[in-house]
């Protein structure tokens, strides 16, 4: 069982930066891959980024890559989301989720009904 608990949403001017964070419970952090997602009001939930069981393995939407980062650090349980020129079209409420891989070979996904445990979620707003 792992419990996720996301914390540093908040609202930004656009062009702006915020890190969120997402601690993890358990012993086992370090078996699962962890993902954020994103849900913009009257929009459906949307991947943003995944990771590996370190941090040579990452992922990121289209419209997000160049601008976040994911990362993660396992002696603090911790997976971090680094959002760099922000856009109103970023707010949203953003979700962290861990993955355990069913393989060797497919270790991220992208898939949000793959994903095993789910945050409660943090909101970020973007002013313009």
């Known amino acids: 069982q792992v419990q996720l608990v996301e914390s540093g949403g908040g609202l930004v001017q656009a062009g702006g930066s915020l890190r969120l964070s997402c601690a993890a419970s358990?012993?086992?952090?370090?078996?699962?891959?962890m993902g954020w997602f994103r849900q913009a009001p009257g929009k459906e939930r949307e991947f943003v980024a995944t990771i590996g069981w370190s941090d040579s393995i990452t992922y990121y939407a289209d419209s997000v890559k160049g601008r976040f980062t994911i990362s993660r650090d396992n002696a603090k349980n911790t997976v971090y989301l680094q959002m760099n020129s922000l856009k109103h079209e970023d707010t949203a409420v953003y979700y962290c989720?861990?993955?355990?891989?069913?393989?060797?070979?497919?270790?991220?996904?992208?898939?949000?009904?793959?994903?095993?445990?789910w945050g409660q979620g943090t909101q970020v707003t973007v002013s313009s």
């Open positions: 358990g012993r086992t952090f370090s078996d699962y891959s």
């Open positions: 989720a861990a993955y355990r891989p069913r393989s060797t070979i497919v270790v991220i996904t992208d898939v949000a009904e793959e994903y095993d445990y």
